[in-house]
């Protein structure tokens, strides 16, 4: 595994060796939101990504990156989200297999997404314990390679690759808004902004109901995340150990909403923009509708994160 | 208003008449519905359009087309659907008032969709001779000019604008399936196709619990939509008198499909292409999928003709 924090370069290599496997997604507008608001918002459509989610990036940099006799033997993670069916997703292009650790009480949809790229589901006990034992029993036995959902550096150098395209498409931001849960997608933004945009502050945004990154960033202390309540079930992470020292250095500050914040801004991308994006991805365009920060007449960068959810369990019914 | 069937170059008039006030829409791909139906499919995407459906071109452009003096007087319709908002909407961006005429039945969403765009609502008793007297007596107070949803030739020319565009976005294309409701869009669409495209053969594509123009289309008779049953609500209406005649001279088929089938299309649409399309946008593409159409290897355009809809009421809950 690269052992160091991803530098432009590396960030740049990710680019380009994930760039035949991935969506370069669009940047969208919304006169709705810039008028709601007051601010230029522009927005990164990783809901259109491959597998509806930018995890796809992380997850193909980081199985793109592995000596050809270690992806022979297959990759692995315990993750019943997105991560997962982008690491069956990668597995698959790749013509390897992918041993993936769910929950037995994952939602059916979840399990046939991950079904649906070939990968090998093993269903454990609903505990952390359980998954990373029944990981642990499935690597050493089948000599895969874990690829953790955020805490690698390639990973977070395949999530980087979005704010690097978003330097690319958008005007010169201010502010990039960004999602945080473990912290892979917003460490990566944060290197990105730091290296190709250092003007642009960027700014994570935490559910209140799973508001560690929010404590931990302004104590600089790691605080996990215990029972974390929120419709944002992609942000239901701790902080990891090489994503923590990254935004504590590069983040610009970390911003919280309520859950009544974060279903409002959701319906609205869906009313006005006819468009999916999960809850988790509303988070950012919920903070800026808050006006919690001041961001008026200012330029910025808004990551719709993902799309998947079930369709039957919509936050407003 | 218009006395003639719209000529090549009154579309080309229309299509710039409009040009400042509605979006030239994206034509979007899916590997997904490609796999599926063994066609290359193309998305003309008027859920993304102004006011969320198609309706704003011709709206805008019968709008626009009046005299000044007409014009002052203001404009009126008796719709609770997608033309009443974008009626409302072009009498807004034109600095004069919309009268629509609503059954005191319709749903408070679309009632508050008119009322944004500042239209001024008349309620009648939910019969089509009440929306029709009511609407006559409006007009005699007011001066104002109706605009019908369909059965008016700048409507249609209007509407004739999104199948030119799709020849100027899009490969040659052997289809184009499209909706059926009045036949504005679909009378529409085959005169931009022979006119533009004449290789192109354009499908009518209908539910078939609300298959009149079905029938009309094979018999040569007009018939009237009697309580037509179907979650494709844009579609309940009857061909017009203008819109019937072109549709037998240009239109190629009109084929039918199952509820069954207009909901699994859409949920996919939903969930594969993570955007948000009315039920009546997604006929179309059902009948790409039933494989009624010999359309193997074909290159063929689908409008996705709207995207408003009641997000507490979605079809498969």
């Keep these: 595994m690269a052992l160091t924090i991803p530098d432009a370069e590396t960030i740049k290599q990710a680019a380009e060796r994930i760039d035949p496997y991935v969506h370069r997604t669009p940047v969208l ?22 597998a509806g989610a930018f995890k796809s990036r992380g997850a193909m940099n980081a199985s793109l990156s592995l000596e050809n006799h270690e992806l022979k033997a297959g990759v692995a993670t315990h993750s019943s ?22 929950p037995k009480t994952a939602p059916a949809a979840k399990v046939a997404a991950v079904k649906e790229y070939q990968g090998e589901i093993t ?17 050493d036995r089948t000599g ?33 808004l960004c999602p945080v849960g473990g912290g892979g997608l917003l460490s990566g933004t944060a290197l990105s902004a730091h290296y190709f945009s250092p003007q642009t502050k960027v700014i994570g945004c935490e559910p209140k109901g799973a508001d560690d990154a929010f404590v931990s960033f302004n104590s600089k202390t790691f605080y996990p995340s ?92």
């Design 29 to 50: 507008r919304s006169a709705f939101f810039d008028k709601l608001t007051g601010v230029s918002l522009f927005f990164k459509c990783e809901n259109f990504q491959k």
């Design 81 to 102: 989200g997105n991560h997962a069916q982008a690491l069956a997703r990668a597995a698959l292009l790749l013509g390897v297999k992918a041993y993936i650790v769910m």
């Design 144 to 176: 895969a390679t874990e690829i953790h959902p955020y805490n690698n550096y390639r990973v977070i150098a395949g999530q980087a690759t979005t704010a690097l395209e978003m330097t690319e498409q958008c005007p010169p931001l201010d502010y990039i």
């Design 226 to 317: 215990i029972s974390p309540q929120t419709v944002a079930d992609g942000l239901l992470t701790s902080l990891g150990s090489l994503t923590f020292p990254i935004i504590l250095k590069h983040v610009h500050d970390i911003a919280i909403v309520e859950e009544s914040e974060i279903i409002q801004a959701m319906q609205w991308v869906w009313e006005r923009m006819k468009i999916i994006i999960e809850p988790s991805a509303a988070v950012p365009l919920a903070v800026a509708i808050s006006g919690k920060l001041d961001l008026q007449g200012k330029n910025v960068g808004i990551i719709f994160s993902g799309g998947n959810l079930d369709l039957k369990k919509l936050p407003w019914l």
């Design 123 to 139: 269903f454990c006990e609903p505990t952390l314990q359980a998954r990373e034992e029944t990981l642990k029993q499935v690597t």
